[in-house]
Every structure is written in C-alpha cells, then in structure tokens.
C-alpha cells in the first residue's frame, strides 16, 4: 500500500512561482514512476508531468517549458515546480504513483487528496 500526502498549494500570482511536494509512505519500493495531475473546476482531471524513477521527466504541452518535475528517491519525494503559471492554471493538483509488482508489472495507481493552486492574474 502506498499513500501519498501533497503540500505547497496556495495563491499566487501569474509570473512568480510555486513548488508543490508529494511525499510517499508505505511500500514505496513498488512506485516504478510519480507524477502530476490536476483538475480545474468543471474540467475532468488530465495529466501534467511525470517522471521515472532513474528516469526523465515528461511534460503535457500546456506546461511544457514552464514547469518542472523531479524527484528524491531517498525520501520518496516528488515536486512540481511551476513557473510562470497561468490563471489557466488553476486547479486541484493531484499527486499520482505507478505501483508495480514484484515482477515489475504495473498493478494500479495510489492519488494524492489534493492540493488547491489559485492563480491570480
């Protein structure tokens, strides 16, 4: 089992910049890859950024360029760093891990509760 605890969200302006974290607990040997979700209100929920374990982070092309993921696998950890974030933005941002087997088969996914972003213009 894996759980998975989201921080960082809050206000912020359009041109500064915000850091989200993920911090993982549980049977973290079986994340394969943690990422980023969110959902803006009375929008489905669609996929932002991920990131490998050992590996490189992908990005949708709506934040491409602007934002960054990366990870600490020692503490289970993974952030989102959004810079110049847009109004457009704003949303309910989920943390997302792959749960592989033991034979390194995918087995599901474990979400985060969520972090509210507001940006203001």
């Known amino acids: 089992q894996v759980q998975l605890a989201e921080s960082g969200g809050g206000l912020v302006q359009a041109g500064d910049s915000l850091r989200l974290s993920c911090d993982a607990s549980?049977?973290?040997?079986?994340?394969?890859?943690m990422g980023w979700y969110r959902q803006a209100p009375g929008r489905a929920r669609e996929w932002v950024a991920h990131?490998?374990?050992?590996?490189?982070?992908m990005y949708a092309d709506t934040v491409k360029g602007r934002f960054i993921a990366s990870s600490n696998n020692t503490k289970n950890t993974v952030y989102l760093q959004m810079n110049s974030p847009k109004p457009e933005d704003t949303g309910v941002f989920f943390c997302?891990?792959?749960?592989?087997?033991?034979?390194?088969?995918?087995?599901?996914?474990?979400w985060g509760q969520g972090t509210q972003v507001t940006v203001s213009s």
């Open positions: 990131i490998p374990t050992g590996g490189y982070g």
């Open positions: 997302n891990a792959k749960r592989i087997s033991w034979t390194s088969t995918l087995i599901g996914d474990s």
């Open positions: 549980g049977d973290t040997i079986c994340i394969s890859a």
